[in-house]
Structure formats: structure tokens, C-alpha cells
């Protein structure tokens, strides 16, 4: 074992890595379903025949266009639905004439509900004093020439129906700045502040309603986030692992591959610290460039993490010799900071799994992974200690029989 030569690892790793990165638009992509049957039901009776689920909140969309939008001004029917499974609450709907899909100058029509189960419905000009808290006051918007709240017969599903006249100056059919929202505040019929999870800012979207799929663009922030959490999923908190489980049992003991283990400790450390550094640097960014919210303790252990690790992966250049008095201190202090890396990194990616609210696939992919390298730590002590306890029972009835003159207790630090 000791003459076998051994490249860095990395190799294998990259294959699992673009698997994942090939995968993930199918997770992605994994709410492209058609709409519910009550929402087309309804739609068909409006004479409406493209639909589509939005991306959050649980919101439909179907939409008509009349004409081709090539005409100095294009009517678009439009129906809207949205989970709302509070006693009150609202549901909204929107074009935003400027550059970007946002929330600030979105022409709205907002249904809201009162908690004696009555509706009604109305536009807003949203402005920029309403994100700083202002009241939200109807208003006239002068691009909406019917609308109405609509119920299927069960009523548990409520639905807006809207008829606008979007003249093409200020609104182009093929690239339409469209967001929706959901909030759970009234104050009499008026609509209070919304959630602000990342469900409800990533309401957003260009649609091209001249497609009947409605294809939409504009959400490479939750494309970087997606990427972000699995790039971190990878590399700290699963090839750290991995690295940290080669070392505490292929070092001496109960295996002792040497330099095997070396090599393959360091080739798995440094490929998670260098996905993982890329996974926290694009998490960096989208940090950075969301204005509006930010996530304080998931962005906390994140630099913690990196910082540790980065310490760790330096420590390697200063490790004293074996020879040396104080390697057992390093030893010693190596391996502390790297369990507790660990335990901040399993919290973080579920802080940040909850975060994502991506669903359960998320979480019980995560735990599923961890649950294998777990079980396979947890076979690997057990079998650390059934050897230990069986070559000491050898090692005294070796004793006992010879009384020999040489008495060196097998050395096996095993916690070292
Ligand atoms: C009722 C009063 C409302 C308040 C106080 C409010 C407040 C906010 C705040 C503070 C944000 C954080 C991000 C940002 O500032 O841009 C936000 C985001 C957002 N809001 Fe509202 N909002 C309200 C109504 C609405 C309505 C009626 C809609 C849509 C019909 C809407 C849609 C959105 C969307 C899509 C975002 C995320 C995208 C973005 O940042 O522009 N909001 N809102
Ligand atoms: C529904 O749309 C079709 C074509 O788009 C049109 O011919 C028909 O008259 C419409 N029906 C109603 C009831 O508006
Ligand atoms: C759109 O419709 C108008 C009138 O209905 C017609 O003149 C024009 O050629 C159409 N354009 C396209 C691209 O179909
Ligand atoms: C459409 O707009 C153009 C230029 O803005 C104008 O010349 C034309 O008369 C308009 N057509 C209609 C039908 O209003
Ligand atoms: C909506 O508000 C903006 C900003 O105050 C204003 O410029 C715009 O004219 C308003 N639009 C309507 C239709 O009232
Ligand atoms: C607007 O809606 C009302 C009620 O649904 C309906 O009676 C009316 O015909 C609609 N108007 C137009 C122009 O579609
Ligand atoms: C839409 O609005 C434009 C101008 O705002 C107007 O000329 C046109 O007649 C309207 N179309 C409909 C179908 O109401
Ligand atoms: C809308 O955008 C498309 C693509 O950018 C462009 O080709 C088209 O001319 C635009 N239409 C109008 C009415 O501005
Ligand atoms: C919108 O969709 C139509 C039909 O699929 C397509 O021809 C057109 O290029 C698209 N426009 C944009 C701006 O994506």
C-alpha cells in the first residue's frame, strides 16, 4: 500500500459536479405544470385559452391577446389566481411600464378579502412611497377597462379577471414586465405590507404573451441561487465531510493507508473549499446586490465558514513536522476547528434550504446525503472499536501467556 502513487482526486469529483449542474434545470424547471382544472375551467368561459402556472405563491396566469400586438395599442384579457388560505388577506396583480419587472411603479389591480368572505376589487398606482410604507390607495391606472373577482363553484379558489388596453408605446406585448403578489394585512378594504420571503420577491417576470407558453425570463437571481445552494451542498457539505472521514479512520486507524489517505484528505478538502468558495462567493453577490433584504445569520455562518476553512487550508503550509513537540497540539487544534466547521455548515445549508423554500426535494435530498455519509461514519467507529477492544483482548492474552519481555501497548491514538 505504501509504494501505490496517488494522484489528487479531483478527477471523479468533476463528473458529479456537472451531473448536478445538469440536473438542477430539472428541478428547476420541475413547476412547469399545467394549470389547475378550475382555473381553465373558468378561463375557458372568459374565452382564454393560454395558461400557466407563475413560479411562487401558487399563482395562475391565462391570458388573450386581441390582435398581434404590431397596433399602436394591444387589449389583453387577463385571469389571475393565487393561493390565499387565510380568513382575510389580498391577492395582486401587475404590468410595470418601466424597465424592469419590480414592484415600484407597477400599474396594479389588487382583490381584496375581507374575513366575512367578501371581495372586492381595484387598481393602484404602486409608487415608491408605498414600498417606504405609505398607504396603498386606489387610483386610477388607465389601462384597465373591466375587472372583476371571480370564484369557482367551491369557492376556495379566487380568481381576478382583468381587461386592459395596453397602448404599444408604453407596453410591449413580447417582453411585458408582469409581478404578483400576495399579502395577509388589511385595514378595511385597503391592502397592507406583504411577506417578504424570497417567494414573494421573486414574483417577477418577463412574459412573451405573444408565445402561447408564455416563456418567461428575468429570473437568473433565482437561476444564482439555485446554483449557489447546490455549489455549497457539494463542496462544504459534502466533500469536506467526505475529506474528514478519510482522515479520521485512514490515518492510523483502523485503517493506515498512508500516504493514500494524505492524498486523498487533501485532494477532497480542496476541491469542496474551492466548489464551496465558489458557492458562497455567488452568494456573496446575490447578497450584495439585493437591495432590500438580506439574511443576517445565514450570511454570518457563511463568512464564518469561509474564514475557518480558509485557516484550515492555510494550517497545512504551517503544520509542524512529525517530529516536532507541538504537532500534537496542532493535531489537536486542527481537528477541533474542523469538527466545528463541520456543525456550522450543516446548520447553514439547512438555514439556507429554509430559506429557498424549495421545497421538501431540497431537505430530504440534503438529509438523504448526509444520512449516507453518516451511516458510513457511523459503520466506520463502530468497526474502529471492535478492533480496538480486539486487539487489546489479543494484546493481553498475549501477555498473560507469554509474559514476554517487550511490552508495547499498540499504539492507536484514535481521537488524535
Ligand atoms: C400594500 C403595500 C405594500 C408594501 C408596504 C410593500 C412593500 C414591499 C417591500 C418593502 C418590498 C421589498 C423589496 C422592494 O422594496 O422592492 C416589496 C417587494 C415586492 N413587492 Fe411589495 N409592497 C406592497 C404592495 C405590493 C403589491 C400590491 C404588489 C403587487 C401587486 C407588490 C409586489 C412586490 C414584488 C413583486 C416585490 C419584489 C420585487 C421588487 O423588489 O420589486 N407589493 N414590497
Ligand atoms: C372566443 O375567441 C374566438 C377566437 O379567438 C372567437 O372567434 C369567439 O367569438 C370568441 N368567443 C367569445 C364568446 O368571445
Ligand atoms: C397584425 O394585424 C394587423 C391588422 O390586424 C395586420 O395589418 C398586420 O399585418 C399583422 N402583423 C403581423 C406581424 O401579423
Ligand atoms: C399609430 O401611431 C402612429 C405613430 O405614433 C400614427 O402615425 C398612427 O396614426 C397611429 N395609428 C392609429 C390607428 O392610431
Ligand atoms: C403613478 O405614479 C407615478 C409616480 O408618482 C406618476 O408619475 C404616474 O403618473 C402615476 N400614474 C397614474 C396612472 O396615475
Ligand atoms: C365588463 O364586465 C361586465 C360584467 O362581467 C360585463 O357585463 C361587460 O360586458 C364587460 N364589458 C366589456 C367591455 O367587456
Ligand atoms: C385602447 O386605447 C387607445 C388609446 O388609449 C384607444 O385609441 C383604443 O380605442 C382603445 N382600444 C379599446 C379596444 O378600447
Ligand atoms: C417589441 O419588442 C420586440 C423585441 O425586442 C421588437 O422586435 C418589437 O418591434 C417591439 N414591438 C413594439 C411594438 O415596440
Ligand atoms: C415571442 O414569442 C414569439 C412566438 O413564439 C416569437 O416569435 C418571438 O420571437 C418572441 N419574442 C421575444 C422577444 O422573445
Given at each position: 500500500m505504501k509504494t501505490q502513487q496517488q494522484n489528487m482526486p479531483s478527477s471523479p469529483l468533476l463528473p458529479l459536479t456537472i451531473l448536478t449542474l445538469t440536473l438542477l434545470p430539472l428541478t428547476l424547471g420541475a413547476n412547469a405544470q399545467p394549470c389547475s382544472e378550475a382555473f381553465l375551467k373558468l378561463a375557458e368561459q372568459?374565452?382564454?385559452?393560454?395558461?400557466?402556472?407563475?413560479?411562487?405563491?401558487?399563482?395562475?396566469?391565462?391570458?388573450?391577446?386581441?390582435?398581434?400586438?404590431?397596433?399602436?395599442?394591444?387589449?389583453?384579457?387577463?385571469?389571475?389566481?393565487?393561493?390565499?388560505?387565510?380568513?382575510?388577506?389580498?391577492?395582486?396583480?401587475?404590468?410595470?411600464?418601466?424597465?424592469?419587472?419590480?414592484?415600484?411603479?407597477?400599474?396594479?389591480?389588487?382583490?381584496?378579502?375581507?374575513?366575512?368572505?367578501?371581495?372586492?376589487?381595484?387598481?393602484?398606482?404602486?409608487?415608491?412611497?408605498?414600498?417606504?410604507?405609505?398607504?396603498?390607495?386606489?387610483?386610477?391606472?388607465?389601462?384597465?377597462?373591466?375587472?372583476?373577482?371571480?370564484?369557482?363553484?367551491?369557492?376556495?379558489?379566487?380568481?381576478?379577471?382583468?381587461?386592459?388596453?395596453?397602448?404599444?408605446?408604453?407596453?410591449?406585448?413580447?417582453?411585458?414586465?408582469?409581478?404578483?403578489?400576495?399579502?395577509?394585512?388589511?385595514?378595511?378594504?385597503?391592502?397592507?405590507?406583504?411577506?417578504?420571503?424570497?417567494?414573494?420577491?421573486?414574483?417577477?417576470?418577463?412574459?412573451?404573451?405573444?408565445?402561447?407558453?408564455?416563456?418567461?425570463?428575468?429570473?437568473?437571481?433565482?437561476?444564482?441561487?439555485?446554483?449557489?445552494?447546490?455549489?455549497?451542498?457539494?463542496?462544504?457539505?459534502?466533500?469536506?465531510?467526505?475529506?474528514?472521514?478519510?482522515?479520521?479512520?485512514?490515518?492510523?486507524f483502523p485503517f493506515k493507508c498512508d500516504p493514500l489517505w494524505f492524498n486523498l484528505h487533501i485532494g477532497f478538502q480542496l476541491t469542496g473549499f474551492l466548489v464551496g468558495t465558489t458557492g458562497w462567493a455567488i452568494g456573496l453577490s446575490l447578497g450584495h446586490s439585493s437591495r432590500y433584504y438580506t439574511f443576517r445569520d445565514h450570511r454570518t455562518y457563511g463568512i464564518l465558514i469561509f474564514t475557518f476553512s480558509t485557516i484550515q487550508m492555510l494550517a497545512f503550509r504551517l503544520k509542524p513536522k512529525l517530529t516536532d513537540d507541538y504537532r500534537k497540539y496542532w493535531n489537536m487544534y486542527h481537528h477541533f476547528l474542523g469538527y466545528g466547521l463541520l456543525a456550522i455548515i450543516f446548520i447553514n445549508i439547512f438555514k439556507g434550504i429554509r430559506i429557498l423554500e424549495g421545497g421538501d426535494a431540497w431537505k430530504w435530498g440534503y438529509v438523504a446525503d448526509l444520512a449516507f455519509l453518516g451511516a458510513v461514519a457511523f459503520g466506520l467507529e463502530v468497526y474502529t472499536w471492535i478492533h480496538f477492544f480486539m486487539l487489546k483482548q489479543q494484546q493481553k492474552q498475549k501477555n498473560e501467556t507469554k509474559n514476554s519481555q517487550d511490552q508495547q501497548p499498540p499504539k492507536q491514538n484514535m481521537f488524535a
Open positions: 372568459k374565452n382564454i385559452s393560454d395558461c400557466k402556472r407563475l413560479r411562487t405563491l401558487g399563482a395562475e396566469f391565462a391570458w388573450k391577446l386581441h390582435g398581434n400586438g404590431s397596433e399602436n395599442s394591444t387589449v389583453v384579457d387577463v385571469l389571475f389566481g393565487a393561493a390565499l388560505n387565510t380568513a382575510q388577506g389580498w391577492i395582486g396583480w401587475g404590468v410595470n411600464p418601466g424597465r424592469r419587472p419590480e414592484m415600484v411603479g407597477t400599474k396594479a389591480i389588487i382583490a381584496v378579502k375581507r374575513s366575512d368572505e367578501k371581495w372586492r376589487v381595484n387598481t393602484y398606482n404602486i409608487t415608491k412611497e408605498i414600498r417606504n410604507g405609505c398607504n396603498l390607495l386606489p387610483s386610477e391606472i388607465g389601462i384597465v377597462s373591466n375587472m372583476s373577482v371571480e370564484h369557482d363553484g367551491d369557492n376556495l379558489h379566487t380568481m381576478m379577471y382583468v381587461r386592459l388596453n395596453l397602448s404599444s408605446e408604453a407596453y410591449n406585448v413580447t417582453k411585458l414586465n408582469h409581478v404578483w403578489q400576495v399579502g395577509y394585512d388589511i385595514e378595511g378594504w385597503h391592502p397592507l405590507g406583504h411577506p417578504k420571503t424570497l417567494r414573494n420577491v421573486d414574483s417577477t417576470e418577463v412574459i412573451n404573451l405573444t408565445d402561447s407558453n408564455g416563456r418567461g425570463t428575468g429570473q437568473y437571481r433565482s437561476y444564482l441561487r439555485s446554483i449557489h445552494g447546490v455549489l455549497n451542498i457539494i463542496g462544504w457539505g459534502t466533500l469536506l465531510p467526505i475529506g474528514i472521514i478519510i482522515a479520521r479512520y485512514f490515518r492510523v
